[in-house]
């Protein structure tokens, strides 16, 4: 069955991938976002002698792209995650807690370089970029062939970010299925790949990999002698990360770029936001109100503020 696993599994989940992703981002930036919902957590531009925090509550475009970018490359937000406890007392603690964040920094930045490392097995010739990595990522040329820190990253990142579901029984209680099954996911295609590299590297017929791999790129995808077992197996898993993703809590990749609570100004007293598709009503004062019902007021007893007209004889 090399062809199904090599090739046709691969394509079809591929097409799931893209065809996916771009439906939910789509769906995303078609939502209706008529008011400015940015979270802050600083003093929004206001008067001159009122410190304004530009990071925290950005006010013009550069603000927010900078707010973003640390976001999306330091995770900023999870930087200042804090644990709550409970004392004697009773009291209750809130305690800075860096340790998510030093998982989830390791773990997104190992799979990131993983993933772009991997391009010199699709690309002919390798960019320099990629061969640069490849060095820098295994430069302290521990085993033969030498390992990367990444690879360690990935496998020991998803496996702490596993535990921390387990052992801390506040996430435990709050974990479902989706939250387990992409960290396992993720961390057998590490093992798996890791098993190829380290320890069945016999089996492994890595001229026939890169063949197979640019093949894929350019349409013309072949697959010549044995290649191994276990790289059907990573590739079949890699296929399984493709197809559940879009669907999935990991389209976070996406999503954090379309979040209305990060990707808008917080210029809400500068700017009035008015929601377009609310019904046009027209505005009725009192003052035409009574105009319009002055002679039923009038009929029924009401009082009114300008008297009918007296009536000729
Ligand atoms: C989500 C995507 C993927 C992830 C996270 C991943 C992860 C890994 C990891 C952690 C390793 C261990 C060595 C290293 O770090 O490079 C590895 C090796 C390997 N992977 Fe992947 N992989 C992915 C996709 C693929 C795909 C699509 C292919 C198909 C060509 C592939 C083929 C290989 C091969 C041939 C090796 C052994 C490389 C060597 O011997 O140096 N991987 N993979």
């Known amino acids: ?11 079809v989940a591929i097409a799931i991938f893209l ?19 940015q979270t802050t957590c600083g003093q929004g531009k206001s008067l001159e002698f009122i410190k304004h925090n530009r990071l925290e509550a950005p006010d013009t475009t550069a603000e927010v792209v900078a707010r973003m970018l640390l976001e999306i490359f330091t995770f900023r937000s999870l930087f200042r995650n804090t644990k709550s406890e409970i004392h004697d007392g009773p009291k209750i603690t809130y305690e800075s807690s860096k340790w998510l ?6 773990f ?4 990131l370089i993983v993933v772009i490392r ?7 010739p390798v960019p320099e970029v990629v061969a640069f990595l490849d060095w820098a990522d295994s430069m302290f040329e521990i085993g033969v062939p030498s390992m990367y820190m990444t690879t360690a990253g990935l496998i020991g990142g998803a496996a702490l970010l596993f535990s921390r579901r387990l052992v801390n029984r506040h996430v435990r209680y709050i974990s479902l299925v989706n939250d387990y099954f992409p960290l396992v996911l993720i961390f057998a295609i590490g093992v798996t790949g890791a098993l190829m ?6 089996g492994i017929d890595i001229v026939a990999i890169k063949q197979l791999a640019v093949g894929l790129v350019t349409f013309s995808p072949v697959i010549n002698g044995e290649i191994g ?4 197996i990573h590739v079949f898993l890699v296929a399984t990360l493709l197809v559940y993703f879009p669907f999935s809590k990991l389209m976070h990749l996406g ?25 046009d009503i027209k505005p009725h004062s009192y003052a035409g109100y009574e105009d319009e019902f002055r002679e039923f007021m009038v009929d029924a007893g009401i009082p009114v503020e300008k008297e009918l007209p007296a009536q000729k004889d």
């Open 1 to 11: 069955m090399p062809y199904f696993f090599g090739v046709f599994v691969p394509y």
């Open 19 to 37: 065809g996916g992703f771009v439906y939910r981002v789509v769906q995303w930036a078609k939502s209706p976002v008529p008011f400015s919902i």
């Open 101 to 106: 964040w030093l998982f989830g920094i390791v």
């Open 108 to 111: 997104h930045y190992s799979f």
């Open 118 to 124: 991997h391009m010199r097995l699709f690309l002919n």
């Open 197 to 202: 590299r380290h320890f069945l590297r016999d």
């Open 229 to 232: 077992a276990i790289f059907y």
């Open 255 to 279: 999503g954090v770029f379309l979040s209305p609570t990060r990707n808008m100004k917080n210029n809400s007293r500068a700017v009035r936001h008015i929601n377009p598709w609310n019904p």
